[in-house]
Structures are given as structure tokens and as C-alpha cells.
């Protein structure tokens, strides 16, 4: 079973003479991820314990990389199983609007759920190809008009709601999902750019710290470290990476494994 991780912050230290200074500062501070220990750390990750940095990142990839890759059609189906909603099997849970809608209404129609790529087709180039553009560990359901809205924008802080946000934001450059999932798109986009390093065909993803970047980049990696920091896996994270790794691909997010690893690489 893997370990239960519980968010940690530390308060802001005030002094009595800095208490009209302190209240425009923030309140609270997320901690980097702690450490965490898996059942797959002697067995999947046995080459990865222990580095860091760049070394870290190239074993990363060398376990992930082997997967089984999945057609464009098959991932509406794996998706229904993926992202069931816990609360009601016959749903699947929308990512940025965090909807519980049925699995039949999957399609391209307003009212319907689709495929949203957490990193953007247009940030890799790859389309829905089998391989990165077919890879379930970014693929989510979202709402067709919600999944309009976000686009191919980058990830930041700010923005103004949108009909069925759910509580993610949006401006004309930027997109900034629910506090919930969070963390979840950082620990994709983070996986993303340890799997795909420029072999199978495909462009070396990478994050970086810009706002509509080039290809084939996604940002902002500041910001997606703070994510993950605030937002750590939950129970439903961990039940998809364990379907996708048991059913359908074969490979693991390591990031939902070990959140400390984004620090121990970027």
C-alpha cells in the first residue's frame, strides 16, 4: 500500500514590530514533498533510488519508457475505467470542472466529455499518434467546452472563471486549474518530460519557466513545482497510475510514487 501523504505548512514567523509588514505577506508556505517509501522502490525503481539530478531523470525514463502504447480510439474506453468517478460508477470525473458526468456522453457535442491532452498536442507535435499522443498518464475527460477553453495555454497562476471552471481560471495566455488537481497536472506534465526524451520519434519534452513558449516546451515549471508541493497525491492520483500501469500500459507515473523526485530533478 502505498504511504497516505498529508500536505505540510509552515507558518510565516512574526515579530510584534512586523505584524503591519507581515499582513501582506502570505500566511502560509507549502513545504517541498517529503520523502516517501513504495512497494515498487526494490522492485520497479530499484535503479532510480538513491540518484538525483540528471542521473535520476535518465533512469527514470530508462524504467518508464517501456510501456504498451494504446490507439487514439482505445482511450475513450480507458478513460470510463481511469477516471471513474468513485461515487458513481456508471461516471467519470472531469478534471478542470471536476464534474461527475455519465461515461456515454463522451463525444465532441456541447454537453459531452473528451479527451483533453494535459500537454498540449501543439507543445510536442504529436497529435493523437500512438505514443505521446496517446499516453493515458495525461490523457483526462473533460467537458468539451471546458477543454476548448484551456486550449494549448500553459500553466500559471491567475486568471477569471469560465462557465463549468469548477474553480480553475483562465486568461488569454494561461491556464490555472482547481486547487484539487493541481497536482496532478504538474505530475503530469513533470512525467511527460521524463518519458519522452527525443528517442521513438518524438521531440525531447521539457518543461521550462515561460508563458506560450516554443516547441517543444511547457511551462511554467515554477510553478508546477509549487503545485506539486501543495497539491500531493490522493487516493484517487494513486488508483489511476495503479490501473494504468495494471491494465492498460505497463508503466508507472514516478511522480505520483515519489512527489520528491520533482525537487530531486528540477
Not at 112 to 128: I, L, P, Y
Not at 221 to 241: C, I, T, Y
Amino acid at each position: 500500500m502505498l504511504a497516505t501523504r498529508i500536505p505540510r505548512f509552515r507558518p510565516v514567523a512574526l515579530t510584534t514590530a512586523a505584524v503591519l509588514v507581515a499582513l501582506s505577506a502570505p500566511a502560509l508556505t507549502a513545504t517541498p514533498a517529503a520523502a516517501t517509501t513504495t512497494a515498487y522502490d526494490s522492485t520497479y525503481y530499484k535503479n532510480a533510488i538513491g540518484k538525483s539530478g540528471t542521473s535520476l531523470k535518465s533512469a527514470l525514463h530508462t524504467i518508464i519508457k517501456s510501456q504498451t502504447k494504446l490507439s487514439y480510439s482505445a482511450v475513450w474506453e480507458a478513460l470510463k475505467v481511469t477516471d471513474q468517478d468513485p461515487n458513481n460508477s456508471s461516471n467519470v470525473k472531469l478534471l478542470y470542472s471536476g464534474i461527475s458526468r455519465s461515461k456515454s456522453l463522451n463525444g465532441g457535442d456541447v454537453g459531452d466529455w473528451n479527451r483533453e491532452h494535459v500537454w498540449a498536442q501543439s507543445h510536442g507535435g504529436f497529435g493523437t499518434s500512438a505514443g505521446p499522443g496517446t499516453d493515458l498518464h495525461h490523457l483526462r475527460p473533460e467537458d468539451v467546452q471546458v477543454n476548448s477553453t484551456r486550449g494549448n495555454k500553459d500553466f500559471d497562476n491567475g486568471g477569471s472563471s469560465f462557465t463549468n471552471s469548477g474553480g480553475s481560471l483562465t486568461d488569454s495566455n494561461s491556464f490555472e486549474p482547481r486547487d484539487a488537481v493541481k497536482g496532478d497536472v504538474a505530475r503530469m506534465i513533470l512525467y511527460m518530460a521524463v518519458r519522452y526524451e527525443g528517442e521513438d520519434g518524438w521531440p525531447d519534452l521539457e518543461p521550462n519557466d515561460s508563458i506560450n513558449g516554443s516547441v517543444p516546451y511547457h511551462g511554467r515549471l515554477s510553478v508546477l513545482k509549487q503545485w506539486n508541493d501543495e497539491d500531493p497525491p490522493d487516493a484517487f492520483e494513486e488508483r489511476r497510475n495503479n490501473v494504468i500501469y495494471t491494465n492498460y500500459q505497463g508503466n508507472r507515473n514516478p511522480f505520483i510514487d515519489h512527489p520528491e523526485w520533482v525537487e530531486a530533478i528540477w
